[in-house]
């Protein structure tokens, strides 16, 4: 069942992407957004196939009952919500009609969306959230899968903020770059797309997908990476709501039971930039928030490394730098200097002061074992860092090939930030080598001595 899940999606991405250039990501996020049952707003300039991503959408669900509308300033509840029922105001009942119009269609594609007046945000906030619709005295139940929104920018505006919020997954849309610019000119007018029945969904296999990924884990290292990032944006001014946190959530288990996994995996968590971040700057600091982070986690982080390695050399700097009294075999103070003394030293010390009777700090060989065997540890630590990012690294182009939700372009953004981590964690691995010859290098006493409390790190 899960592969015939997979084969299914992936021949519907294939059939709705058809002649379509430079928007592989936006049809992917605007499926997903429908088999998640969330809202996807697409952001940019006009004349970039927005809403032909939504014409083509419509063919993902059997007997969809689609609906499209532009927005202006001067734009009344009529346009969405249909005219009001002439025969139910003779009754005294304020109705509308609502055949043909939002209330009951199944996908639909609001151009232009923050152009709307209170009147029609409001009635949409219930329709977008409860799927649900205020007919009169009457609250009705919708059929409504998706909406797919947009918009050339989003208005610095806080009384469209929990409007906003109703869109799970943003993605700012481009127009068709250089490269294929040609390929764009060469396109027929007329494209018809043909989608095999067998790829489309009901409203009931959808339920049912939804059932079934409700019981797809978050593995504890998913867990803490979403935890860590919620802890970012709040660090960085990012405002996410809890609400969106647990529907982000359950996006990814969608995302992982389309591939017939049990498990959210790191490649998923991808996905969260579409989901954090409120403007497209925001978005692209999640983006490489995410790409630093990957094959990294709370204790193989390159800050914290770094913080252990500099404690480690600042104990080996101490300990090379210490000095200790110059005992001589009969355990007399003796001068390393050799010059003409009496019995006891005492001429050269008021000559020299106590510098002439001190020596460079001798280690025991426990000492000297505890400190190499402890650098040994953390080098651990470092290949297993490296040996992670070179996994990671061997998985990117499989992982991108065969994942459903991940855009084309996925493997060239992450592959910089993770040669980034890797060469961070070399140069500190190479540092703590050092340290560790620091050590073995250590003046040796006669006596074997005691093993020395493991080397604090600070944070």
């Known amino acids: ?3 015939e899940l997979y084969e299914r999606l992936r021949g519907l991405l294939d059939a709705l992407s058809a002649h379509l250039i430079e928007r592989d990501t936006e049809i992917r996020l605007s499926l997903l957004a429908a088999l998640a049952g969330e809202h996807l707003l697409l952001l940019g300039p006009p004349g970039t196939a927005k809403s032909e991503l939504a014409r083509r959408l419509r063919h993902a669900l059997r007997d969809a009952r689609y609906f499209e509308r532009l927005l202006t300033r001067f734009s009344v509840p009529e346009e969405l919500f249909g005219p ?67 918009s050339n920018e989003v208005p610095e505006d806080e009384a469209i903020a929990a409007f906003h919020d109703r869109f799970l997954l943003r993605c700012d849309v481009q127009p068709v770059g250089a490269g294929r610019f040609p390929e764009l000119l060469a396109l027929p007018d007329d494209i018809a797309i043909t989608v ?11 339920d049912a997908l939804r059932q079934a990924a409700a019981a797809v884990a978050l593995p504890a290292a998913v867990v803490e990476l979403i935890a860590d990032l919620r802890a970012w944006t709040l660090e960085q001014g990012i405002a996410v709501t809890d609400r969106r946190w647990r529907k982000l959530a359950q996006l990814l288990r969608i995302a992982a039971h389309a591939h017939g996994r049990s498990q959210v995996d790191l490649w998923d968590c991808a996905l ?7 403007t497209a700057a925001q978005r692209a600091t999640v983006a490489q928030w995410y790409g630093e982070r990957l094959g990294t986690d709370r204790v193989l982080q390159p800050a914290r490394l770094t913080r252990v390695v500099e404690s480690f050399e600042a104990q080996l700097e101490f300990e090379r730098t210490a000095t200790d009294l110059n005992y001589d075999a009969a355990g007399r103070l003796a001068l390393e200097t050799g010059a003409e003394d009496d019995d006891n030293g005492l ?113």
């Open 84 to 150: 009001l029922s002439i025969v139910a105001l003779e009754q005294d009942r304020y109705e509308r009609q609502t055949a043909g119009f939002l209330p009951e269609a199944s996908i639909a594609f609001i151009d232009e969306v923050f152009k709307a007046n209170s009147a029609i945000l409001n009635a949409l906030l219930t329709l977008l959230n409860e799927r649900e619709f205020d007919n009169g005295s009457r609250r009705l139940r919708t059929p409504l899968v998706t909406v797919l929104a947009a």
């Open 1 to 3: 069942m899960s592969s």
């Open 196 to 206: 095999p029945d067998a790829c489309r969904f009901d409203h009931a296999e959808l």
């Open 347 to 459: 001429r050269s010390s008021r000559r020299k002061g106590l510098s002439g009777f001190i020596r460079p700090k001798q280690y025991g060989e426990r000492h000297i074992g505890a400190r190499v065997e402890q650098v040994g540890a953390l080098l651990a630590e470092f290949d297993a860092a490296l040996g992670g990012l070179d996994r990671i690294a061997l998985e990117l182009e499989e992982t991108v090939r065969l994942h459903l939700w991940l855009p084309p372009d996925f493997a060239d953004r992450v592959r910089e930030p993770l040669a980034v981590t890797r060469a961070v964690f070399a140069a500190l691995r190479a540092r703590v080598i050092d340290v560790r010859e620091g050590f073995a290098a250590l003046p040796l006493a006669d006596e074997p001595g005691t093993a020395p409390a493991p080397i604090a790190v600070d944070g």
């Open 272 to 278: 969260l930039v579409y989901g954090v971040g409120e």
